[in-house]
């Protein structure tokens, strides 16, 4: 971050503004809605901040700026016409420590005024650290009809029953969860109707029917999908927003990690050749464990957890041992991957089935249904395949498959990192070293292949290694 987004109580100090033309009055507008103390100075001034001061909002002095009237502010806004002045503003305010804002100057700013959602006591702030105003306010206008006003009386009522609730349900865990019950539920759906009597006494129903007994752990199995945040599922974003503690593996995206809940413990279990974090019955105890602490445990995992990412055997153990669990699927690497390479996996003139297979080596062996995989019409979708490339590219032609038929490897998938290699079945493992492909990666391999050239519409964002 360029900028720390932080709230500041202006009430009690005094807010400088230097200047009073329509710029400025938009920051002024801003300062006295937050009831701030505004001290505006300027040779002259528009209508509206004239009318400001009239009204009693303001303090309007009409003359020429002086260093001193900074050394008393609590922050300062440079809001006149004149570029040089604005920056012998910034400087004495830098100077003394105190907060400026410079408007459309974003490199003299210690502070940048965001776009706004009011919906008070909740506000929204918005900024783009002064790069694009434009689009911070096109951000605003999108958030601003998808957050009812009544979030601000859902607020304030919270606020009243704050200390009732901390007296009553002693347990932290249990405090938060209401609270998320609240929010959530049908206390929420009455404010938003507009039923303040109605809300209200659903608020107490809730308070009424809590207690302080043990919570109950649950474990969310959520797949993150291959690497683009925006593949994740509603349910997925609104369970990882939920959770307390997330244990997630080595092929989820780090960008889909930031999404969780922000106070929420971390644990990485991350599997890759020789080098477990922790070994599956490891991640299996954990998760009983985190459970009956109570905690609600995202499992967090890359890709769909149903396929060769060893949920079943997750679930198998909670289901064992009386845990409460949810299912989210994910977009497998196979599906999300090949469609942002623009290779369908399946095509009515090249295939009619798609197998998906994992090249995972059990006792240094490859062990597959050869003959099965060696058929025509048929995309072969192969899982940890990349160290034993070779040996897969050669078992596959002794079985049968011609070695022109074509194959392609993708790597970082769906992400902007995104790579694809292209060739054949006897040349993609050299292609593969020439281009030192690294994991994660997915291999493909089909007739299907050849519609890359025409389809490839993430192309702008990859790069592809022919």
Known sequence: MDYLPIFIDLRHGESLVVGAGEVARRKIETLVRARAQVLVIAKEACPSVQAMHDAGDIVLELRAFKPRDIDCASIVVAATSDHELNEKIAERAKALRIPVNVVDAPLLCSFIMPSIIDRSPVV??????????????????????????????????????????????????????????????????????????????????????????????????????????????????????????????????????????????????????????????????????????????????????????????????????????????????????????????????YAQQCVFVTAHQQNGKIDLPWDSLVRTQQTLAIYMGMRSLKELSTALVEHGMSPNVPAAIIERGTTPEQRVIVGTVATLSEKAAQARCVAPSIVIIGEVVNLRRQLAWYESKTRMTK
Not at 210 to 220: I, K, L, M, R, T
């Open 124 to 349: 929204i702030a918005i900024s783009t650290g002064g790069a694009a105003p434009v689009l911070a306010r096109a951000l605003r206008a999108k958030l601003e009809t998808s957050i009812p006003a009544s979030y601000g009386r859902l607020a304030e009522l919270m606020r009243d029953f704050r200390e009732r609730v901390r007296t009553k349900i002693t347990n932290s865990v249990n405090r938060r969860r209401f609270w998320e019950q609240a929010v959530t539920g049908s206390v929420a759906e009455r404010m938003f109707e507009g039923k303040y009597d109605q809300a209200l006494a659903a608020l107490e129903n809730l308070l009424s029917a809590s207690a302080d007994a043990p919570p109950q752990g649950e474990v969310y199995l959520v797949g993150g999908g291959p690497g683009d945040p925006d593949l994740l599922t509603f349910r997925a974003l609104r369970l990882m927003q939920q959770a307390e503690v997330v244990v997630y593996d080595r092929l989820v995206a780090p960008q889909i990690v930031d999404l969780c809940r922000k106070d929420a413990e971390r644990i990485f279990v991350g599997k890759q050749a020789n080098d477990h974090a922790l070994d599956q019955l490891e991640i299996n105890a954990l998760l009983v464990d985190l459970a009956r602490q109570g905690k609600r445990v995202l499992r967090l995992k890359g890709g769909d957890p149903f396929i060769f990412g060893r949920g079943g055997e997750e679930i198998a153990t909670l289901a064992e041992q009386g845990i409460a669990f949810q299912i989210v699927p994910g977009i497998t690497a196979a599906s999300g991957c090949a469609a942002y390479a623009g290779i369908p996996l399946t095509h009515r003139d």
